[in-house]
Every structure is written in structure tokens, then in C-alpha cells.
């Protein structure tokens, strides 16, 4: 292995390391909001407002489906990094 190819191979590296903070920074803040979204949920004043739960219940579906995007991406990333 050239000198090259070992620089190329620790910039992809790198690379690759500060897309997984990113990643885990924007998982982390997800999970804040999962979290007081369930509380909301669970502790909602209005247990009669059917409307309200159900939109709750899409946003968080949403986000759920944003976080796991996220997640598969920078795992399918990291693989390709370390070809």
C-alpha cells in the first residue's frame, strides 16, 4: 500500500468517523423529542380529544420514519467508507 492510497484510506476514515457523530448527535436529539412526545402522549389534560391523539401519533410515525432513514444512511456510509 502507497503512501497515497494510506492517506486516501484515512481521510475516508475520518470522513466516515464525523458522519457517525453527526449521525449519533442527530439520534440523540431524536430520542429527546421521542421521549416528550410519549409524555405528551401519555399525559395529555384532553384523553377525549381523538383528533389530537391521532396527530401526535403521525408525527411521531414521521419522525420515527426520518430517524430510521438517518440511521440506515449512515450505516450504509460507514460500510462503503470502509471498502
Known amino acids: ?3 497515497r492510497d494510506r492517506r486516501n484510506l484515512l481521510e475516508r476514515r475520518q470522513r466516515a468517523a464525523a458522519e457517525f457523530v453527526a449521525w449519533s448527535d442527530h439520534h440523540a436529539q431524536d430520542q429527546r423529542h421521542h421521549e416528550a412526545l ?3 402522549m401519555e399525559t395529555h389534560p384532553d384523553r377525549l380529544d381523538g383528533r389530537n391523539a391521532m396527530a401526535q401519533q403521525r408525527a411521531w410515525a414521521q419522525r420515527d420514519q426520518h430517524r430510521r432513514h438517518l440511521h440506515d444512511s449512515a450505516l450504509a456510509q ?3 467508507a470502509f471498502r
Open 38 to 40: 410519549l409524555a405528551q
Open 78 to 80: 460507514l460500510r462503503h
Open 1 to 3: 500500500m502507497t503512501d
